[in-house]
């Protein structure tokens, strides 16, 4: 006798296996009914009959897609009139060049907070000035300055709001006095934030917005056209706001997926809902850390510490055991934990797709392996 | 008693629907069986409990992925060891301007084919002196202009080989005395090229390479490095291949299913085994295009026919039966056979993996109609 398939499970046998706690810097965790979605939308998108990755970018069913995805990223963000939200291509890392040959006319200030933003000003130095307000870089970008003045005389201020490889986060909207721009990459989403303070916010999508592969961007439109260079089409964010981000053909599968992520967020209560969690699975997770003495954070200034990337490493007396402890989380299903070459140690990226329960695991596993010394 | 369950049937119960033809333009189709891989791979990729949308891009097993996918590329073509293959972001609009930026220093050479080659001349002039060699314009670009001289002055000569909205192509490699560029976005590896010839060659994947997201980009590595100008990393072509295509987020998915898609093509016999077959494909479509009395060509010489995109319209006498034709033909199935506006009329995008039925099916569909009359 047969036994009822459910369609995934006919796929994807997961009573065999281990849960796995996904905690990758990007690409990350996405949420399994996104997964679900996604997969059914590339075999029959909405019982058309094709797949979302056959139909025209300019067909009606993929302007429903792409209108909708933007329109929720507005709405979950709260962005005000005054702001096109569009989808680039090319990720954060084109967005380096793009703000630069958009906005820069003659100096640009930049907030050095870590490796992303120190890519961010090597582009911007082939379009102008570049003065950078301060740096963390002395206490190996472990600590956002604070006390820094940006100049009025700037055409634009930059700041990374969260640092992915170091663990420290902006988490407030600064006041300034020239626009001000984000590179909000890996904690958009996360955390209400008040648009209106933001000349323009973008971010590769791959955290919390969606798959790799397209970039968000939410511009105050007058802070464009004030630049005389001329600006290539693909690299001119007037483009993508005329042409509704269709200037070209998209990467369609990644917006959708990005579609697909934006109305789980909305089912799920939208930004403030999620960030009463991430406070929370931030919370037991430094407190953890704080506590086990086989651990101590990256970032001691508690006001500093990132909600997304939780960065540990081994207490002093402990280090010949990271090793150790590496591969014992790993055997308790941990993914993705090892920390980057340039800090070392531990990073759990816990964005919003992470449930609880993998936090709680990690914390079981940091428990344990205690417990055995 | 439970009936057993194929689960791309539990997904999608195609024996209640319709077969669809679908030659969109593109994003165009996808062979039915990358499809079911890249659903699969979303649930879970090769079986290690994890969507290929939620690991690192360098991962293993998504190093492996890129990888094959260019290697893929390679074979396919027989790319010579002088020349490197990367996957860019921004496909081939992107490109438009990475050209020039990347190989323009004083004068470029281009060949104005079609809307395409217009906007790669418009990139093109931020950059530097443009000459257009010819021009097909003076008939809406119904031809392929012939006895034209490539300056032996320019930095490079620019073609397009295919030109998707007007049904043209061209389809011998040229001997230039400068690099040839060529974007072969819609016809790439639909018949074999002497890569050798070229000094680029570039386009979006989305026709026969795989899901839209990606450009494919095949350089002859000593011509680059030769401009003065500096350029933004994200635009540099040595840093796509220093990196590996790596250097930042690629759009993964759209990666996986490019490599699903080209291990298709091998399979099927590689690039002379699919011109074969897409040779009659498009030699039983332009010959019931000839011989039917309601349509005629809209290129009227015979080698400049593209076998990509076939294009047509009413004949004269039949102008009013247009409208009625195209819901016809949507009613036996027919998907994306209304022609671009600049054009009118019909095209039926005809790419590698659309099969001889499809094919028949309109061609029979196209009889059916003029039988009624």
Redesign the interface.
């Given at each position: 006798?047969?036994?009822?398939?459910?369609?995934?499970n006919?796929?994807?046998d997961?009573s065999k296996?281990?849960k796995?706690h996904?905690f990758?810097?990007?690409?990350?965790?996405?949420p399994e009914q996104v997964?679900?979605q996604?997969?059914?939308g590339?075999?029959?998108l909405n019982g058309i009959?094709?797949?979302v990755?056959?139909?025209?970018?300019r067909s009606k069913e993929f302007s429903a897609i792409i209108e909708e995805a933007a329109s929720l990223l507005r709405e979950l963000l709260f962005v005000p009139d005054s702001h096109s939200v569009v989808f680039t291509?090319?990720?954060?890392?084109?967005n380096?060049?793009m703000v630069p040959?958009n906005l820069l006319e003659k100096k640009a200030a930049y907030l050095d907070t870590g490796s992303w933003s120190s890519?961010a000003i090597?582009?911007a130095k082939?379009f102008g000035e570049v003065e950078v307000v301060a740096s963390s870089k002395d206490k190996n970008y472990t600590y956002i300055p604070k006390n820094f003045t940006i100049p009025a005389n700037a055409d634009y201020f930059h700041i990374t709001t969260n640092n992915t490889i170091f663990g420290t986060e902006i988490k407030k909207d600064f006041n300034s006095p020239v626009p001000l721009i984000a590179d909000a990459s890996s904690d958009i989403l996360s955390r209400p934030m008040d648009v209106s303070k933001y000349g323009l916010i973008y971010g590769?999508a791959?955290k919390n917005v969606g798959?790799?592969?397209?970039a968000f961007v939410i511009i105050r439109k007058d802070i464009l056209g004030k630049v005389t260079r001329?600006i290539?089409?693909?690299?001119d964010y007037r483009i993508y706001i005329e042409n509704g981000s269709l200037?070209?053909?998209?990467?369609?599968?990644?917006v959708y997926?990005c579609l697909l992520m934006l109305r789980w967020l909305k089912n799920l209560g939208g930004v403030k809902a999620i960030h009463k969690i991430n406070l929370e699975k931030a919370k037991i997770l430094y407190d953890e850390i704080d506590r086990n003495k086989l651990f101590k954070p990256t970032v001691p200034n508690e006001e500093d510490r990132s909600i997304m990337n939780v960065t540990f490493v081994m207490a002093d007396e402990y280090q010949e055991k990271e090793a150790d402890f590496l591969q014992y989380a790993i055997s308790q299903g941990m993914?993705?934990i090892k920390g980057h070459r340039s800090v070392g140690g531990f990073r759990a990226s816990i964005y919003n797709p992470l449930p609880m329960e993998s936090v709680k695991a990690l914390i079981k596993a940091m428990k344990e392996f205690e417990a055995k010394l």
């Open positions: 006798m047969y036994k009822k398939c459910s369609w995934v006919c796929i994807t997961k296996k281990m796995k996904n990758n810097a990007g690409p990350s965790i996405i997964k679900e996604t997969a059914k590339i075999l029959d009959g094709l797949s990755m056959e139909i025209s970018h291509h090319g990720g954060a890392s084109l380096f060049c040959y890519k090597k582009e082939l590769g791959q798959p790799a592969g397209v001329p290539p089409s693909m690299l200037y070209n053909t998209p990467a369609c599968l990644s997926g993914v993705g």
